[in-house]
């Protein structure tokens, strides 16, 4: 039986889902892209698991309830677990004066609240996509996982 959620491994989701696995027999973890590709899929994945977390808010602006009011009658919420999450590291580039912002959705209010002055806010899938999209672009700010960026100051 596989159990799906958001990948890459590096993400909180796909690290809950590798913690479930170890203590349930013949699981293999599948990571997707995004919350929307993976509640796409639903109609392929019938008899799998998914492992949505509480606090999912979608690049979109979908929030577990929205999703789970949309999708509620295809699943069936079977366990529930509680992890420990990757600690938010704000990037931010020294000497960069843009406004562009990449973060995940559910840490849009913490990294508004947390640096001064406006933002364009560039909603990604996960924080290490925030931080993946944040590099090669030269902005000025990034809510990204510490884990996926090889350290960083969390806050």
């Not at 913690?19 to 293999?28: G, S």
């Not at 509640?39 to 949505?52: C, K, M």
């Not at 580039?93 to 933002?119: M, W």
Request: net charge neutral; glycine share 10%.
């Amino acid at each position: 039986m596989k159990i799906h959620t958001l990948g890459p491994a590096v993400t909180d989701s796909y690290r809950a889902a590798e913690q479930y696995r170890a203590d349930h027999e013949n699981l293999e973890v599948v990571g997707h892209p995004s919350f929307e590709v993976l509640y796409q899929s639903i109609p392929e994945l019938r008899g799998e698991l998914l492992l949505i977390p509480a606090a999912v808010k979608t690049p979109t602006g979908a929030s577990w309830g929205d999703l789970h009011y949309q999708y509620g009658d295809r699943l069936v919420l079977i366990d529930s677990l509680i992890t420990e999450l990757s600690p938010l590291a704000i990037l931010e580039r020294r000497g960069r004066s843009g406004q562009r912002a990449y973060c995940h959705p559910a840490k849009i209010d913490y990294l508004t609240r947390n640096v001064e002055g406006p933002l364009e806010i560039m909603p990604c899938p996960s924080k290490w996509q925030a931080y993946r999209c944040y590099q090669p672009n030269g902005d000025r700010l990034c809510g990204a996982t510490a884990r996926g960026t090889g350290g960083g100051r969390g806050l």
